[in-house]
């Protein structure tokens, strides 16, 4: 009978034991749900987080700044929940939307899949556009300065760096009656790869006076998707009371170095009595050892005009960038008045051309090559520093040697995704272009993830081209 006793409270004492455990491991799995669900939502919300103030840092810059951006998305994120919202990056962690709000209004798009992105901030008139461009436009602005009555031009560039045609609308936002604003061009086809200039002529009439602004919209239609880029524009109308006259007020050059332009400057003698006379100029600013050809008139009538032909030459090894100079002129009365120069000198990086679509995988997966570069100026581009970036390889993968027309250029190893590295120095002569020997090597297989991939380069005028995305 107490063996009997002694089995039953055993029995007892184990199914105890038996449920006080499954409480405890039940407790114990809800709540490390729990604490995975809220790092899923945390981990989210430090992405969204950065890329808002990452966007709110580029914009402050001002126009044109851009930086490139890495944020991971977690599991448990809806892509076709998440994106950009306005001014906000929205993730959809396990069915609530977290957001990173920014302080100016967002364009473009966010890779949302599952892993780790690199994705570029660009600063445009009044918004910040998220993803990479396609389409380049040459300035931040358009400006020009015109004399009552007159008229004048600045020309911008549109560029197409993506691997398709793209479909450009231009669209001017131009509410001013007494300054005329005409493009050259409202819809164009731009291939890959291509650039177009539009020329926007201003015509003030004889009321006009002070600034005047308004905006381009420049729209481009791509197989990737729609494109916007918003250009301002100003037009400064100034009233001349001095009986000498320079018009236009003011020119703009494109110019790569060795290359000149000519130009016309008229010169007038607002004057109906007297004739202008010893009438000299000088040059000044940043662009003033560009300027020749414009000579001395010892007279000019009254109510009369006449014409200088100068040049602008930019000298040999110029770096790229804006620049501006000032011609004055004088004479022997104390009358004078100046036209502005603008010359813009484009870097090595706008003679580049890079095509993805001769490329592919090495049967094993670790060399990407065949991939095309070509320079179309006239002059010759040297590559200095090269950037690879791949997205969605979870497998440490690092770059090991790159070629180019299958000379080594970099095999230090190891270099991580977006790294530049210093390559030896590699040039492209005019009209040239390599594609059967260009490779990148890496340690591991790279077509098994969904891999994709981007390059930047660097030339050795300090200029950089980034490649479209590669998505094999």
């Not at 906000?88 to 967002?106: E, H, I, M, R």
């Not at 177009?196 to 005047?212: E, F, K």
């Not at 239609?221 to 001349?240: H, K, M, R, T």
């Not at 960038?321 to 870097?347: F, K, L």
Request: proline share 3%; with cysteine; glycine share 10%.
């Amino acid at each position: 009978m107490q063996k009997g006793q002694a089995a039953v409270e055993l029995l007892i004492i184990v199914a105890v034991s038996m449920a006080v455990i499954a409480a405890i491991y039940s407790y114990n799995a809800s709540s490390m749900a729990g604490i995975n669900r809220q790092k899923i939502v945390d981990d989210a919300q430090t992405s969204v987080s950065n890329l808002a103030m990452s966007a709110n840092d580029v914009y402050r810059q001002g126009i044109g700044a851009r930086k490139q951006v890495f944020y991971s998305v977690p599991g448990g994120v809806d892509e076709s929940k998440s994106g950009i919202e306005g001014n906000s990056f929205v993730l959809n962690a396990l069915g609530s939307d977290v957001y990173g709000k920014a302080d100016v209004c967002l364009l473009g798009k966010m890779p949302t899949a599952k892993g780790g992105h690199m994705v570029w901030l660009t600063a445009q008139e009044q918004c910040v556009f998220v993803g990479f461009e396609s389409i380049a436009v040459d300035k931040t602005s358009s400006y020009v300065t015109l004399i009552q009555g007159d008229s004048g031009s600045d020309t911008i560039t549109i560029t197409n760096n993506g691997s398709t045609a793209a479909i450009i609308f231009l669209s001017q936002s131009w509410p001013h009656s007494n300054v005329a604003l005409v493009a050259s061009s409202s819809t164009f086809s731009l291939p890959a790869g291509a650039s177009q200039q539009v020329t926007l002529t201003y015509s003030s009439s004889p009321a006009a006076s002070g600034n005047y602004a308004g905006s381009l919209g420049i729209g481009a239609s791509l197989e990737s998707g729609d494109e916007n880029i918003l250009l301002p524009l100003n037009a400064e109308i100034v009233i001349q009371e001095t009986d000498l006259l320079l018009f236009p007020a003011s020119y703009s050059f494109t110019l790569r170095e060795n290359d000149s332009k000519t130009a016309d400057l008229n010169i007038c003698n607002n004057n109906t009595g007297s004739a202008l006379t010893g009438i000299t100029f000088t040059d000044s600013g940043s662009a003033a050892a560009w300027v020749s050809g414009i000579g001395g008139i010892s007279s000019l009538p009254a109510g009369t005009c006449t014409s200088s032909t100068f040049s602008v030459t930019v000298p040999d090894g110029q770096s790229p960038g804006n620049y501006t100079g000032t011609i004055t002129g004088s004479d022997g009365a104390g009358n004078t008045d100046s036209t502005a120069v603008a010359v813009a000198v484009p870097g090595m990086d706008a003679d580049m051309v890079f095509s993805w679509s001769t490329s592919s995988f090495t049967p094993n997966g670790q060399r990407l090559w065949g991939w095309t570069i070509s320079n179309t100026g006239t002059g010759t581009i040297t590559i200095d520093k090269m950037a690879v970036s791949w997205w969605n390889d979870t497998d440490s993968a690092t770059l090991l040697e790159i070629r180019l027309n299958n000379g080594i250029v970099w095999n230090a190893g190891g270099a991580t995704s977006g790294q530049a590295v210093d390559i030896t120095n590699f040039s492209l002569g005019p009209g040239s272009s390599y594609s059967a020997n260009n490779r990148l090597e890496f340690t591991k297989r790279m077509n098994n993830q969904s891999e994709d991939f981007r390059i930047t380069i660097t030339f050795t005028d300090g200029s950089a081209y980034t490649t479209a995305l590669y998505q094999p």
